[in-house]
């Protein structure tokens, strides 16, 4: 019995340290691969928040794109009818050339009028497509803009955190691209702002163009009432159906030029409208932007501090290892210890017998 206590107060005197440091480390681990798994779930719903939001900015872009060809079409089609209008305007003008007397006078003045509501109009179509070029250029720079935005986050997000261990190795390559990042946001937040002064002058221009609208129908205003005195002049002389006719024509064609400035002022009303609507979007892209800096902060600090977590993990577990082989190498100590001391035991009981 007196054999027995030795034995086994040297098989418990290392032990219960050993298990108490051992559940701790155990407990830590616990704890640190529960944060890995919860840093894993908020990257996935980073990954999923960013796809989200590159499916939005996909699914503006091509309506842009539809509403671009739009109003493209309509671009054609009021250069075609401004053409037709030209040529008529032309053959009339040379008509109303071969009239003589108080007839040609009126002409005269008619002509030189309608010829300056043409300029008018062919001036206006040009600040027309001024503003259409306009918006075009501003739609394609957002278009590469957002397309530039979300690379790199995309990228991180994608390789998930299963693949962390090689994001910790090439930490150092990243930081370069993260600052190049950074520089093209702050570059594109400037483009950003001179695009929008751009868009509050082309705004000026479009208010502009809507009083020489005003003007331009004070004009054909005066141009009826004219018409109408000539025509009043001429009822007290000996008209000739031909010349009734080219009066006809002459009231039709200022009806038609007055259809044409009411459907341009209607098209630059529309393209005000969309110029409106482009700089409310390059406002709410640059609160996007800035959300992207955001989100690339966040993920690089959260990436640091999962290498840091890892390089802790590989700590923990080289000191449990080498716990557990301490603690072998004494229990082997100790059973070899007992065995000697069972041999002695033996021993001199043996001699004494």
């Known amino acids: 019995m007196a054999s027995g206590g030795p034995v086994m107060n040297g098989n418990i005197s290392c032990p219960p340290g050993q298990s108490g440091t051992l559940e701790e480390t155990l407990q830590q681990m616990n704890i640190l691969i529960q944060e890995n798994r919860d840093l894993k779930e908020a990257l996935r ?25 739009f109003l493209e079409n309509r671009l054609e089609e009021a250069r075609y009818r401004m053409e037709e209008l030209t040529l008529e305007l032309n053959k009339r003008t040379e008509g109303d050339g071969r009239t003589g007397g108080s007839l040609l006078a009126a002409s005269s003045i008619q002509s030189a009028e309608l010829i300056a509501l043409r300029a008018q109009v062919a001036r206006l179509q040009a600040e027309k497509n001024d503003l259409v070029a306009m918006n075009s250029e ?98 007290t002389q000996a008209e000739t159906k031909e010349d009734s006719g080219k009066e006809e024509k002459a009231e039709s064609e200022v009806e038609n030029l007055k259809c044409q400035m009411r459907t341009l002022f209607k098209e630059l009303q529309q393209a005000q409208s969309k110029l409106d609507d482009a700089e409310g979007m390059k406002k709410n892209l640059q609160d996007r932007y800035r959300e992207v800096e955001q989100d690339v902060v966040t993920l690089k600090a959260q990436l640091v501090e999962k290498q840091a977590v890892q390089s802790e993990n590989d700590r923990l577990k080289l000191q449990v290892d080498s716990m557990q082989a301490q603690g072998q190498m004494e229990q082997r100590k100790a059973g070899e210890e007992s065995l000697s001391w069972c041999r002695r035991r033996w021993w001199s009981s043996y001699r004494s017998g």
């Open 45 to 69: 719903q980073t990954n999923l928040t960013m796809k989200e939001r590159f499916e939005g900015l996909s699914a503006w872009r091509e309506k842009q794109r539809e509403e671009r060809g």
């Open 138 to 235: 501003l739609q394609l720079r957002a278009d590469n803009s957002q397309d530039d935005s979300f690379i790199e986050i995309i990228r991180v997000s994608d390789g998930g955190v299963d693949g962390m261990n090689d994001a910790s190795g090439s930490e150092h390559r990243r930081r370069p691209e993260m600052s190049m990042t950074a520089s093209q946001l702050d570059s594109k937040e400037l483009t950003i702002s001179q695009l929008l002064q751009s868009l509050r002058n082309e705004t000026q221009r479009a208010e502009q163009l809507q009083a020489e609208l005003q003007a331009s129908s004070v004009r054909i205003i005066e141009l009826e009432a004219r018409k109408s005195n000539v025509e009043e002049s001429t009822q």
